[in-house]
């Protein structure tokens, strides 16, 4: 019984460690992938849930491709709509895109930064939450 004792105790102090280290609100707890590696894709927004927590159902033909090189475009009928910068922002705890839109056709662009926080970050998964509180869920782009 103490041979098996000195075995169990450290697996189960690994597997604590692991499960208790979540970088993100809802995880994962624990990957092998990179943050960048499971951020980079076409994403396609499957819903919405306001702070209050009512679910939206999103169907749309709108993507948003996010590039290793630090690209970010959004894609509507398959074409490019805005496009723009994207990093980790926050101890890579916040998602920030960067992109420049026409306010109108006689005025200059207009930067806009927008930060949200990173809920859940799978290759799978997508989930963040926006400065009013909406959670935006999203899932590949097939």
Not at 68 to 78: A, L
Request: hydrophobic share 35%; glycine share 4%; aromatic share 12%.
């Amino acid at each position: 019984m103490k041979n098996k004792m000195k075995y169990i105790l450290p697996i189960l102090s690994v597997l604590f460690v692991l499960t208790a280290c979540s970088k993100y609100e809802e995880g994962p707890a624990f990957s092998l992938l990179t943050k960048k590696s499971r951020i980079t894709g076409d994403w396609k927004t499957e819903r919405k849930i306001d702070k209050e927590g009512d679910e939206e159902f999103y169907y749309t033909d709108q993507t948003i491709r996010i590039l290793k090189t630090g690209e970010y475009e959004v894609h509507q009928n398959k074409d490019i709509v805005i496009d723009g910068e994207w990093e980790f922002a926050n101890d890579n705890n916040d998602f920030r895109i960067t992109y420049e839109l026409d306010e109108n056709e006689n005025s200059e662009e207009v930067l806009n930064i927008e930060e949200f926080e990173i809920i859940r970050l799978k290759s799978t998964e997508l989930w963040l939450k926006d400065i009013y509180g909406v959670t935006i869920k999203y899932v590949p782009a097939m």
